[in-house]
């Protein structure tokens, strides 16, 4: 099994920063993507930033300019550095992995547990 483990959410202050990271264990050969997602209460989970092995990324409109997603590949380890922090950016923030695991001929998505995300005004 693959377990993903995020921290670094909180309650912070409009234009404020934050840091998030997620980090994959269990039996892992390697990793593709990795994703960051949030979801606010009555709305459907969307994407925030993704980034491929080779560390080529793709960030939602919203958030472009302000968040950066990073990946350390020898720590199966993904960031999300959210800067300019907005109300709007409240949410659960989700990790997401895709996972080829040991011994596997096919990669799975794999998720955390979340970590809420609050920004006051």
């Known amino acids: 099994q693959v377990q993903l483990v995020e921290s670094g959410g909180g309650l912070v202050q409009a234009g404020g920063s934050l840091r998030l990271s997620c980090a994959a264990s269990?039996?892992?050969?390697?990793?593709?993507?990795m994703g960051w997602y949030r979801q606010a209460p009555g709305m459907q989970r969307e994407l925030v930033a993704a980034?491929?092995?080779?560390?080529?990324?793709n960030y939602a409109d919203s958030v472009k300019g302000r968040f950066t997603i990073s990946r350390a590949n020898d720590k199966n380890t993904v960031y999300l550095q959210m800067n300019s922090l907005k109300p709007e950016d409240t949410a659960v923030y989700y990790c997401n992995a895709n996972v080829f695991q040991q011994g596997s001929s096919s990669s799975r998505n794999y998720w955390g547990q979340g970590t809420q995300v609050t920004v006051s005004s």
């Open positions: 980034i491929t092995s080779g560390g080529r990324t």
């Open positions: 269990g039996r892992i050969f390697s990793i593709n993507a």
